[in-house]
């Protein structure tokens, strides 16, 4: 009998070389936007020292419009491509350090009418993009995905109704490339509809977070109308995201029932696995901020952080979304994307216009 010939076992990265791994990337979401904020700096400079009135560019078009640039020419090698996709931690990370800029009288302050404007907008989303998935007869999983994607968080929530449903891949890439590529639309539409109607910081802020759908998107299509538009688009779209855990249970159990899904054994572990935790660590730093827990200068250097890591995020949008990949990924669910979008951003505009005008919000 031939001895056995023992084969050589794959080798396993240990966490200190996948680290080591990510640092590349980070350094280039870094330098993205870093150089974001130095044009920004740069024209305000020179328009000032020839008393030429600018116009003013946020550093956070700045960075997304560099990280399209190289990624759609160039392309990102793969070198970077691990540390890049580490945008999401940093928008997290962002989100929850924000929040020693928001008291609890703050986040209460949200009010009834923007809390009730939230639950509207996830009704619709869910109820429209359901009925125009079917009138494209479009396969009901992917229906499922695209609405879960455009009420709540995007890809994040595409993701985790993916797993809860037993979808398809292919299903999964098309509704996340259908809302990248709409999120990456938002980004310059919405500014422009905003100044247009001469939105209050507060309306057009509270706009941005009930309709555009990736966290990222929405907390940068905020940003580039004002920070205090950017604090509230981020404060309205975590309302919007801690409904997550809910909507996909309710997903899960329905396809269950068709029995296309497998059955869901414990309902509240099920929603504490998919409840995005960040959004504790946001109420948690607000809580302590609001009881005095940091000093001014404390709070000023966590908000710092805060916008450091907003703004390697910015980078990473930029950086993530190749336009001929999203291109690929058909007509008929973008066309369900793009009409669904259109008509649930314009709804929620004239809801929030309306409120605007009587004073509500």
Known sequence: MADSVALPQPRTLGWSNRALALVPGILLLGAVGYAGKFLEQAIAAYGKARHLHLPNIEYVLWAILIGLLISN?????????????????????????????????DVLRLGGVSLALVAIEIALSLAFMTVLGRAFRLRPKLITLLAVGSSICGVSAIIATQGAIDADEEDSSYAIAAILALGAISLFLFPVIGHGLHLSDRGYGLWAGLAVDNTAEASAAGALYSDAAGKMAVLAKTCRNATIGFVVLAYALYWAAQGQAAKVQNKAAFLWSKFPKFVLGFLLISILASVGFFTKPQVAAIGNLSRWAFLLTFAGVGLRTNLRELGKQGARPFLVGAIGEIIIASLTLGLVYGATQLGLI
């Not at 160039?74 to 070198?79: Q, S």
């Not at 970077?80 to 609890?104: D, P, Q």
Request: aromatic share 16%.
């Open 73 to 105: 020419t160039v392309g990102v090698p793969a070198l970077f491509r691990a540390g890049v996709a580490t945008y999401e931690f940093w928008l997290k990370m962002g989100i929850v350090l924000l929040g020693a800029r928001f008291l609890v009288g």
